[in-house]
């Protein structure tokens, strides 16, 4: 390949240009691609979440109320546990439904983590049964219930590992950490309902499981505040100063500081109220994160959307654009090709080939040149030759001309020699004439001799001799002018 060459290196250009803007372009269509299903994955986790931590709601009073039913071995909680069962039961069926509906949109490993907490939860009237029965302890129904709670939160917590839209993965973050505060709270009232029915010491694996609940909600805490926006922190942040909050924390301190005494003087049904008020006011600050996240799922999945949609049809103009010039480069380069063409044939001599110009740009304006220079040269050509014929006709002319003036040279010279003749001829009588005048003197000596004699004879001599003499001069004059001839 000639890179010397024009046509080879603009060719090489617009494949360049092209190939950049098609690289850069594809990776604006894959990375709005991959926002617009993140953000549908979003959506669909968020709605799936919801129904979830509903469910995960209702399961955390019931793991309370439970508590609180074995602990008083059956003596209290036993209406407030059987409605509880039913919204847990109703809260089952609404997160069956929603996950069906989305669980095409799932990521694979929600799914999985979505059918082990639904198969764990299908055993939960046998759990039932034995709870009523006092055949589990206090611990072993806690222990199921967290299970069976963590297994949903497990779900939901796996998608925010998969997210790589930054706003989104720290909006998630933020949510999966009040969840899991929540969650943490939830177990709070479990661990200190069952101490506050047994009203005795608190035992020391008890104590140890509510030191570890509080430092994980404190924790967790913390991460929310870290991730959440500033409305988000300062959501929290009234929350936190509710009455229930207060009186749950006022509450907690008296647990802890009578556990190893008991007889804490708090009624478990007053601490359920009221842990379940601030978790319920939880339910609903979760239910805005929630909808927070689901309004920027949306945003972003519109964003995606539009980013896409302008990526691909940048993508067509591109390409577009890309086949037109490559078009009109092609004809462009046809033209000057022909042009040079012609320039060689031209250079060669050969001016019988024209150039057709077929456009009004530069190349335009090349081809006209090239045409108006054939057309100038062939004219110029033309020119030269009718002045050649006429040359060559005047030099015919000019050599008849000097044949005749060879003619008439030859004729003068003959005059010339013509006129010589006569002059001499002339000199010859002019001799002639001057020893006739000798003769003519002699003659009028002996003429004046007479003329003493005889005078009349004088006056005759003298006047015939007056008109020898003007006879004379006449003849030197025909002398002098065959002398200048």
């Excluded at 998630?172 to 709270?185: I, P």
């Excluded at 309004?295 to 995606?304: E, M, P, V």
């Excluded at 060559?392 to 000019?398: C, H, I, R």
Aim: hydrophobic residues 45%; aromatic residues 6%.
């Amino acid at each position: 390949m000639n890179f010397r060459s024009i046509r080879v290196r603009l060719l090489a250009m617009v494949t360049l240009l092209t190939v950049g803007f098609g690289i850069y372009l594809v990776r604006d269509i894959v990375f709005n691609y991959q926002a617009m299903r993140e953000s549908t994955r979003i959506t669909a986790v968020s709605e799936v979440a919801l129904a979830a931590s509903a469910l995960v709601h209702e399961l955390q009073k019931e793991r309370g109320l439970s508590a609180g039913f074995i602990g008083s071995r059956g003596q209290r909680f036993g209406d407030e546990l059987s409605r509880q069962q039913r919204d847990t039961d109703a809260r089952v069926v609404e997160l069956d439904r929603v996950y069906r509906e989305r669980a095409a949109e799932l990521p694979q490993d929600v799914v999985r983590g979505f059918n082990e907490s639904f198969a764990f939860v299908q055993g939960i009237d046998g759990r039932r049964g034995a709870i009523r029965a006092l055949e589990l302890s206090g611990a072993d129904s806690f222990d199921w219930f967290t299970r069976a709670i963590q297994g949903s939160l497990s779900a939901i917590s796996v998608v925010t590992a998969r997210l790589t839209q930054a706003d989104m993965m720290r909006r998630m973050s933020a949510y999966l950490s009040f969840l899991m505060a929540k969650e943490q709270a939830g177990r709070e009232r479990a661990t200190l309902n069952a101490a506050f029915a047994a009203d005795q010491p608190m035992p020391l694996p008890l104590y140890r499981r509510l030191s570890g609940i509080l430092a994980s909600q404190d924790a967790y805490l913390e991460s929310f505040r870290a991730m959440a926006a500033a409305d988000e922190i300062e959501g929290l942040s009234r929350l936190l100063e509710t009455a229930p909050a207060r009186d749950t924390e006022s509450m907690r301190n008296t647990a802890l500081e009578k556990a190893a005494s008991g007889g804490f003087g708090i009624a478990p049904a007053t601490w359920f109220s009221t842990i379940t008020a601030k978790i319920d006011a939880m339910k609903v600050f979760e239910d805005e994160l929630a909808a927070h996240t689901l309004s920027a799922a949306g945003a972003l999945q519109s964003r995606a959307q539009r980013g896409l949609a302008i990526a691909v049809a940048l993508t067509l103009l591109v390409a577009a654009v890309a086949s037109v010039f490559t078009w009109m480069l092609a004809r462009m380069l046809r033209d000057m090709h022909e042009v040079t063409d012609v320039a060689l044939r031209i250079a060669e001599g050969d001016l019988c080939h024209s150039v057709r110009v077929s456009r009004k740009d530069e190349v335009g304006e090349l081809q006209s040149a090239i045409s108006r220079t054939v057309t100038s040269l062939t004219q110029i050509i033309g020119e030269v030759r009718t002045a050649a014929d006429n040359l060559s006709n005047a030099a015919g002319q000019v050599s008849s001309t000097a044949q005749s003036l060879s003619q008439s040279s030859s004729e003068q010279a003959a005059s010339v020699e013509e006129t010589s003749a006569s002059m001499e001829q002339m000199s010859a009588s002019i001799a002639q004439n001057t020893e006739n005048a000798g003769v003519t003197d002699r003659i009028a000596a002996e003429a004046a001799e007479e003329a003493a004699q005889s005078g009349e004879a004088v006056v005759r001599t003298v006047t015939d001799m007056k008109r020898i003499a003007e006879k004379i001069g006449i003849i030197d004059d025909i002398a002098y002018q065959t002398n200048l001839l």
